[in-house]
């Protein structure tokens, strides 16, 4: 572990209840990029790490990480969407259909705008929510601010499997020490502009398991949001988000909260990790092509994608 | 033109209206890659092409080929898409929203599934309309069989340019000899995989003149689509359709007809050309890695897309 | 019974498969109100049906027969509405939100407009299918056809009462006989205009048995729809329609396809029939004034409504 | 007017600015019909009154009072309604369709909640928003507690005919003195249990000047407000709100905010006047039986109804 660069590792006892105040203001990337930013952390994603990221392609292999829309009712998804096809009496015969559906919750695959959180009615960058939040969208921070899309190396951080174990327990806390572990397994070093991608077997879990209440789940612990600000990451995904239910504290959420609204993190929720997981351990790789784009929903909280991996 | 495989050239005598169910029977490409396959000419984007596209990425430039979810309502857009903002009163502070869309018409990008589009009640792979058209959604051909999205080389064929105008007329043909001139100009060719950007300069048009009639407007002939076919460009794109209103004859729609229902070629309607375009120009490169990843919808006829073009 | 009209009787004979045919023929309005009728058996109501109605109401006593809008999935809500709150941040504070229910199916209260069904391609009053449905909506025969609304007497059959059961088992034919048995209960006589609920105890029997599965159901058979056209009955509604499976034969819907497609006959689909059933049972009442009125859906098949009945 | 009970007039200068909280606090119907009660003014609407209503029935006529469902943009439709028809495949062939609306705006006739508004963070019978509005729809004050509907007299108050113009002008206020000339001209005096349809002429000046700006409107003043709380008015209607712009000062809504937030009063907007004042005019009769029926949305802030006037 030579490589290293210490000076980047967080303080682990900054994770405290006491000091997580302190940790936000740590993490805070407000100004960093200019006082009109509004791309956050997707920043770090500079031209040569584009570059790089398109040199990971090397068998033409591409696996999608959406999940289908939802629109069967279930425990995570109490709202289903609606996917109605038309009527069409014009000629030639032609299909076509609609969808609505809701941008968050746990069943749809999305990508979260940077006004999706704030903090003390603040969110990334100093926006104070009374001046970015507007009944006709938001003003600044919304998901058309990431129209140019994500273009970066993903990584796969197998947690699970770093701990030998199909999956974790729905209570069980993600900490650094199991992020880098992972990396470890992984061989490679999360650096800036990654897209990581943590698994903790979720689905695997669910499908021997069957439906859980997901009102409790397996989630990061405050030093792995740490941990991320350290090494600069641009997305975090995976199959787990905060420990649910909330810890409690001044700062309960802390990927939404110390990553959206201090970090200016982007989150890509939701994503189908099992075909990943299982095309990295075929190959032996886990390090790809990551690309992610959003539709441009002027003012949008977020918008439903279909991330593609590409080896 | 030595480097032109002559064989591979539509007969353009074809192209009379008397012909144009010969040049169905010829353009099919039912059975070609098996009697179960729903991808059509996604197949001809084969691994090396993906490898090969994912080397254009030199400068890190990425440009987003999408339109604003079209929320207002106008000429193309008599029913404008809904985008909601949620109460939320839980806390910690989030936003939340819904969008509610029609997949297809002239005001949102989308990528077409192969099931949009049947000619004499048969599509892609003889898939027959009464088969597969189902109240619930496509049993075959949806948008989710094309889950695994679109990794391949865009080419921008400004026809517009070609011409030595910013613009075309709304009542003007694109023939296969238009798009052998964007060619020359572009300084390549069209070849197997291949995702083909046509521009004739309609958002530029509509900037100056305003909005126009969109009953009216320039696009393919049946030989440009034939060309299309002889070329096994995998995805079609561009500020340009068929040409509207409808051509008389046996295939009115050549693209949607000939292209969807007879080649099974994947249509990318409805791209925000104009920044493609000045970047292009300003780096006088016409080449580019696209990436297209249509949501999940299971049955869905399309999906809109945020397709990328990086550089 | 000598006050009956015995001309007025349908056939029972005639309800033998063999003869449904025959039986449509017989049944059809066609004609009857004009060649351009669109509101079918509601010509029954004439002025005096109605100041009569007005008469009914002695007590001012209301009962609402609506459902609530059904926004939780289940077995008979495979697509449940949405309703959402919206933010709104302007001052002074108000709510407000939005909804998004299919009109039809077996959740939601609603009336059935006469374009909702056709027979051989033909619905009431001649007209066909092929002229009058459109993907903009009905051409004609569309609920706002009937945006007057329904101002006439309601009486309660109630079917299961007069066999002294609290329901019917869900494979019940509803007859002509149940339905005059249910008319000597009430002592009262079906008379042109009215609106007949008929009520065979679906509601009670799911309260002490759980959900039951929606494709085996009670219902009325032909004869029992011939026996609606004898009395001249204006609008039709119940805790049961058809019998569910469909029965064999020409006919298999012959409340939709007689009723609906030949007689003109107004549906009033999914009532809430509970509070209505313990009002009459408490005030030995059978007959009210009852109302209901569509939303103007220009176009529509149909509309969910709040019928009211006051006594 | 001896017959006036003269305790029941508001104090004309209590209508001053500064007076409006004096005002308000007099208008409160907080309490009076029990801490539970969730109808407001429809507590007016005794048996006695329902049954008086109905005996206005005399002529057997019914009118609409609500405008189509407004699927077309326009000036006070930024977000048209949806109606889409559905691909049915099954047999027989019905046909099907959704809606997806607003509940309030400008577009749409409908009724409100008594939860639509608050002053102050306090509504209807001292509820405070802060622990009645919650994401999921109102927690108290929803439009479900008015399922029962209205049934009642309905009174029409022609301002624009009483001052002999065909309508008033965009800027004008609408005071107690013109209501009450309103009532002279009908011949009759509004009474506890009354609907009162306001009409100024919008509609007859919109046909004739074309599409208004809504932002400016003619509207009741806080004096016309609290005379409707004297004479017990029960629901207010009309295609007159408040003045807009609003008023400056403590109540700038008054109809909403002393209105539904004070006296609880219920607001039918938008209804459609025309057929309704050209049905008086002709009949020389002002009153008639009123039914409103709103669709029961649970938590809904509001519904989408088709008022009826039969006479």
């Known amino acids: 572990m030579t490589d290293r660069d210490a000076s980047a590792e967080p303080d682990r006892s900054a994770t405290d209840g006491a000091s997580a105040i302190e940790l936000a203001r740590r993490c805070d990337n407000s100004g960093r990029w200019g006082a009109d930013d509004q791309r956050g952390t997707l920043n ?15 068998l033409g292999v591409t696996v999608s990480l959406a999940k289908p829309v939802a629109t069967r009712p279930g425990p995570t998804n109490p709202r ?13 015969y032609a299909t076509a259909d609609s969808i609505h559906l809701q941008i968050h919750g746990l069943a749809n695959t999305h990508l979260d705008a940077l006004g999706h ?7 990334y960058n100093g926006r104070r929510a009374a001046d970015v939040v507007d009944m006709a969208g938001l003003r600044a921070l919304d998901v058309a601010a990431l129209r140019a899309g994500i273009v970066t190396r993903g990584v796969l951080l197998d947690v699970a499997a770093a701990t030998g174990r199909p999956w974790l327990e729905p209570t069980a806390p993600v900490t650094q020490a199991d992020l880098e572990a992972a990396e470890d397994l992984a061989g490679t070093r999360v650096r800036a502009g990654d897209a990581v991608f943590v698994h903790v077997g979720l689905e695997a879990r669910e499908r021997v398991q ?15 949001v740490a941990w991320l600000h350290a090494r ?35 989150l890509l929720d939701c994503p189908s990790m099992t075909e990943l997981v299982a ?31 590409v080896f």
Do not use: K
């Open 117 to 123: 959180m704030f903090l003390d009615g603040v969110g």
């Open 232 to 266: 600069s990451v641009a997305v975090y995904s995976g199959d787990c988000i905060e420990q649910f239910p909330d810890s409690p504290g001044a700062v309960p959420m802390p990927l939404h909260q110390l990553g959206i609204a201090r970090m200016g993190l982007v």
């Open 80 to 92: 289903p969407a609606w996917h109605v096809m038309h009527l069409e009496t014009e000629r030639p």
């Open 279 to 309: 095309t990295c351990h075929r190959l032996q790789r886990w390090e790809f092509l990551l690309t992610v784009a959003p539709l441009v929903i002027e003012g949008g909280t977020g918008s439903p994608v279909n991330p593609l991996a």
């Open 210 to 224: 069957g439906d859980e209440d997901p009102s409790v789940r397996a989630g990061l612990t405050l030093d792995a």
């Open 44 to 58: 770090h994603i500079t031209p040569d790490v584009v570059v790089a990221a398109a040199g990971l392609v090397r």
